[in-house]
């Protein structure tokens, strides 16, 4: 049952992320600061490009063994920060600490890959998404008031975000879990995303020539980790199905395929947090 105006909820998903990002920024800002050599940014960054890149290819391969249509590509790119930020602070201190700059910095290139790739595939998504322009304030802004917006960013707009996601409609039935669309939307995205963010990093730390002991490179089971951290989203998947599927079973499939994600997610996140949190802390 939907208990949210679908126009509340568009807005809700939108508009106050300005203000949770905005905090980001700041964040970014501050740690940025810290390190007078900027080339360990690449790292993550060609790590959000392959956790969007490998995802979608595997949702295309396959498409073409099932009658999945092929327009949903785009749904298991995308990862949601708010979700990644919940789920990173089930994690010890010393893991948080080595994975939160990677990640703040993946899922925000990520969302502004995602929300290009958006407006490249529809033209209904027009202007700077607040995403973008939040994170593009808050870095310009600086340190300034921050500690006060992180306390609004994660007190408030955090979860009226949660409350908002979590009132999509969707029609579930057993039967459905098996239509070729559903899963092949879970399996792109648990199995895609942690390899895509893995493979780019790996790439990003050949280019950048960083050696296996310096300070900045993750470890590959710290880099899994980041990767099933990564492997939540909903807002701009839920969009993307919206404006790249045009009937309404499929978009029904979709959502349903999103949503279902989530669990499979929060299985990885806490098969990570109680087996491979063990062997970082050599």
Known sequence: MNWMDPVWRDWLLTWPLLLFFFA?????????????????????????????????????????????????????????????????????????KRLRIFLLTLAIADDIGSILVLGVVTSSQGGIHPTILGTILG???????????????????????????????????????????VWQLIVARIVGKPIGIALGALLGYVLLRMAHEHAMRLKLRELIIAGLIATFGLDVALIFANVALHSPAEKSLAIMGIVLTIPVSIVGVFFARYFLTRATAA
Do not use: C
């Open 24 to 96: 980001i920024g700041q964040e970014l800002r501050i740690e940025a600061s810290r390190h007078t050599d900027r080339r360990h940014l690449i790292a993550p960054i060609a790590a959000a490009a392959g956790g969007m890149l490998i995802p979608a290819l595997t949702y295309l391969a396959l498409s073409h063994f099932t009658d999945a249509p092929r327009e949903a590509w785009g749904i298991p790119m995308a990862t949601d920060l708010p979700f990644v930020l919940i789920a990173l602070a089930l994690f010890p201190t010393r893991i948080q």
């Open 139 to 181: 870095l310009a802004w600086g340190a300034r008031g921050y500690a006060i917006m992180k306390k609004i960013a994660y007190y408030f707009i955090l979860p009226i975000f949660l409350a908002a996601s979590f009132s999509t409609t969707f029609i579930f039935t057993w039967n459905s879990i098996s239509n070729p669309l």
